[in-house]
């Protein structure tokens, strides 16, 4: 199960987007790109997942790269209470388990 | 609608006791996963519950079991405690395997 590579922390500016990294060099082609985030004393939270293109919802946005190394997960206007972990995770759609494979995550700081 | 119900929320129990966590997840899923967090290890899976069936386990011990009811709550049993099983023990719910998952706010076990 090999996991994704994301940097360990990362600091914003509030109400400053943020470009959060994610690299997923072996992925193939069935596997989804998942982002989770895990607020201090809290279970994790969904944040947005994709296959090849990019996404879009209300908390976030999902740029995936061309050749799916990769990919980037954007908070439009960061606030204090999006500090928390963000997990990258990559799943195999193949498979249709539920199974997620944690890495260590991004701790991103927002400071106002 | 209610969320995923993890309970006990604390749990202090001691070296060598048995313990059965209970999860209730969202009305209508049937897709029940387990995780461990623990400081040095991160988010570990544990295994997976759909319709009753386990579709997938994780790299722990047999200490560690669990199944699924016909009305999808799971519990799961760590038998013969030790000290290393110490963490927050998460419950993730999906409607099914390929949708995004809802944790609960975990169990903390302690083993003394």
């Known amino acids: 199960d090999a996991k994704t590579t994301q940097p360990n922390s990362m600091e914003s500016n509030e109400e400053e987007p943020v470009h959060l990294p994610c690299n997923h060099s072996t992925i193939s082609g069935t596997d989804y790109i998942h982002w989770y985030r895990q607020l201090p004393s809290q279970g994790p939270e969904y944040v947005i997942h994709g296959l090849t293109s990019n996404v879009n919802n209300r908390m976030a946005s999902l740029a995936i790269a061309e050749d799916r190394k990769s990919s980037t997960l954007i908070l439009h206007r960061a606030t204090l209470r999006d500090a928390a972990v963000y997990y990258c995770?990559?799943?195999?759609?193949?498979?249709?388990?539920?199974?997620?494979?944690f890495g260590q995550g991004t701790t991103l700081q927002v400071k106002p | 609608k209610a969320g995923v119900t993890q309970t006990p929320r604390y749990l202090i129990k001691t070296r060598g006791q048995q313990v059965t966590l209970s999860c209730s997840p969202i009305s209508g899923h049937r897709s029940v996963s387990w995780y461990q967090q623990t400081p040095g290890q991160g988010l570990q899976f544990l295994f997976e519950?759909?319709?009753?069936?386990?579709?997938n386990k994780g790299n722990f011990p047999g200490r560690f079991s669990g199944r699924q009811f016909s009305n999808s709550r799971s519990e799961m049993n760590v038998s013969t405690l030790e000290l290393g099983d110490s963490a927050l023990y998460l419950c993730?719910?999906?409607?099914?395997?390929?949708?995004?998952?809802?944790f609960g706010q975990g169990t903390r076990l302690t083993v003394v």
């Open positions: 993730a719910s999906r409607l099914n395997p390929d949708t995004e998952a809802f």
């Open positions: 519950y759909f319709s009753e069936t386990q579709r």
């Open positions: 995770i990559r799943s195999d759609g193949s498979s249709n388990t539920g199974k997620l494979i």
